[in-house]
Nanobody
Framework: QVQLVESGGGLVQPGGSLRLSCVASASIFSIYTMGWYRQVPGKQRELVAAITPGGSTNYADSMEGRTTISINNAKNTGYLQMNSLKPEDTAVYYC???????????????WGQGTQVTVSS
């Protein structure tokens, strides 16, 4: 069964940094696209960053310049590096990925379980 497992969340002071990781299960050949989303209670899930199969990236306006999304297929892992964190970045962060399984089968729209990020002094 395909799984995405996230890690790297936690409590950080304003101005600090975190790197979130999203690891695809060993049965996956590669990650070909990924998005990171976040959600706070009572609000809709919003896109933070995304990377296309061609490597193009896009970021939410509020995260531009202080966030980097990347994929390392040698480790079947996607990353979200966040710097200069603000209290309003507090949320549960989720990864969403498109995957390629052995045999070239494309698997779409897989979600991680979420990881809590809290920015507070």
């Amino acid at each position: 069964q395909v799984q995405l497992v996230e890690s790297g969340g936690g409590l950080v002071q304003p101005g600090g940094s975190l790197r979130l990781s999203c690891v695809a299960s060993a049965s996956i050949f590669s990650i070909y696209t990924m998005g990171w989303y976040r959600q706070v209670p009572g609000k809709q899930r919003e896109l933070v960053a995304a990377i296309t199969p061609g490597g193009s990236t896009n970021y939410a306006d509020s995260m531009e310049g202080r966030t980097t999304i990347s994929i390392n297929n040698a480790k079947n892992t996607g990353y979200l590096q966040m710097n200069s964190l603000k209290p309003e970045d507090t949320a549960v962060y989720y990864c969403n990925a498109g995957l390629i399984a052995p045999g070239g089968v494309q698997l779409h729209n897989y979600w991680g379980q979420g990881t809590q990020v809290t920015v507070s002094s």
